[in-house]
């Protein structure tokens, strides 16, 4: 087969270096300069995704593009019509994402309960309305590449510190154009992720559930990083999917999707509490849920433009420690800290291993490993088991075999999963048996 991955930052690498050794022919564009070197001497990198469009075309239905992000849905519409088969979103699913009110308001018009979303262009008002409030709300981006590190769950009852930030936002704010971004009302409850392929018309079952580590330190502390870590499972999921996701299957339908989506919640006694899409692959959750995917992913992505409504998955949990160097989550001082840094492996790494291991920001100058691209993202230890324990333990057995100058991760992934999560969702009902 042939594949062409399309992406800002070749977010896909370990995707697409799988594809390539299991003989498929890969050719990749990576559109931010930054992120060139990303699987250089690795993966065939190409400057003209347009320029490979006839050689994907002379493929027939063995030529898929892969879409990485959410910001090019329209794009991808356009080269369905063209008839071309795409995997990753679409226009509709690209405004799920990106506009969080409109993602909320489909929710709200399917019954499902929502938070309260308040959307802004300007910080003044926005700081006003917290004022008048006096409440806790949570602060998220719109746009589909805004950096998570400036989101921001309030802590205080009274909305004192939110207003704090909106005005150092307020100042630091430099354009270009306005603001644009919500405030969403602060729910709690456990956080807890449903998600599951679609195929244009369906969805391939059985959904998953995961339960995310979002921030840089353990114990939950520090920056907002996107994931820092996560857990998966492909059992339990049916009432919470029948509740959510699966409600979106005709306006999906409609809107033309293709690819894997994620809805994100917090669930309490009052009911699941949507908080936010991802309307593409996730990352690192794409690697962490192939863990328990007993199908290659060719095989996987055929089911899906053939319109097959299952998925051969494996029982248990998978667990994701994503390993990391200075100065992730930021990006200021990478080049003089981190990259080009080389990464070594333990005396005792099997194939096994490095079948586990989803390398990210990496590349390959003779035949030295190196860190680089432009965040420091190392890659993804990980592990399965019966238990939540027994996978989090094999992945970090893994992790520990991973050797770069000033390696990071966190080191309580599943922990809280273990200790609370899974048996509050159970109490509430929520998960049963399948």
């Known amino acids: 087969m042939r594949f062409l991955g399309i992406g800002e930052y070749c ?3 370990s995707l697409y270096h799988r594809l390539a050794a299991a003989g498929h022919e890969v050719r990749v564009y990576v559109e931010t300069p930054e992120a060139h070197d990303v699987y250089g001497g690795m993966l065939r990198l190409t400057p003209d995704w347009r320029s490979e469009l006839p050689w994907i075309r002379e493929a027939g239905t063995g030529g898929i593009v892969l879409f990485e992000s959410a910001v090019k849905g329209e794009l991808q519409d356009q080269l369905r019509r063209d008839g071309f088969q795409v995997i990753g979103g679409s226009a509709y699913g690209d405004r799920l994402e990106c506009d969080r ?23 003044g008002e926005a700081i006003a309305f917290v004022r008048s409030t006096r409440r806790r709300y949570v602060f998220k981006s719109n746009g589909g590449d805004e950096l998570r590190t400036r989101n921001y769950v309030g802590e205080l009852d009274d909305g004192s510190d939110m207003i704090a930030l909106l005005s150092l936002y307020q100042v630091q704010w430099h354009g ?75 306006r999906l339908r409609t809107g033309g999707y293709y690819g894997y989506i994620n809805l994100n919640l917090m669930a309490n006694e009052l009911g699941l509490w949507p908080l936010e899409f991802t309307s593409r692959f996730g990352y690192p959750g794409y690697a962490i849920c192939g863990a328990l995917q007993n199908e290659a992913w060719d095989v996987i992505f055929k ?35 981190s990259k080009g840094a080389p990464i070594s492996f333990g005396a005792s790494m099997t194939a096994a291993d490095h079948d586990c291991l989803h ?48 390696l990071r991760y966190r080191v309580d992934i599943g922990e809280r999963v273990a200790s609370h999560d899974l048996g509050r969702l159970k109490s509430l009902g929520y998960i049963g048996v399948e």
């Open 359 to 406: 390398l990210g920001e990496v590349a390959m100058h003779g035949t030295q490993l190196v860190t680089s691209g432009m965040d420091g993202y190392v890659g993804v230890a990980t592990g399965t088991g019966n238990t939540v324990k027994e996978a989090s333990d094999c992945a970090y057995a893994l992790a520990r075999k991973v050797v770069v100058p000033n």
């Open 101 to 123: 009110q409109f993602g909320q308001e489909a929710l709200r018009s399917l019954g499902l309960c929502i938070a309260q979303s308040y959307r802004y262009t300007d910080f």
């Open 11 to 13: 977010e896909l690498g």
């Open 303 to 337: 089911k899906m433009l053939r319109g097959n409504t299952s998925l051969d998955t494996a029982d248990g949990f998978a667990a994701g420690v994503v390993l990391s160097v200075p100065p992730f989550p930021h990006r200021q001082g990478y080049a003089e800290l």
């Open 176 to 250: 270009p154009g306005n603001p644009d971004f919500v405030l969403m009302q602060h729910v709690t409850g456990v956080e807890v992720g449903v998600g599951a392929y679609f195929n244009g018309t369906s969805f391939l079952l059985p959904a998953c559930l995961d339960w995310e580590h979002k921030r840089f330190f353990a114990g939950d502390l520090g920056e907002l990083t996107g994931e820092m870590g996560t857990v998966v499972t492909y059992r339990g999921a049916r009432k919470i999917f029948n509740a959510t996701l699966a409600r979106m299957a005709e």
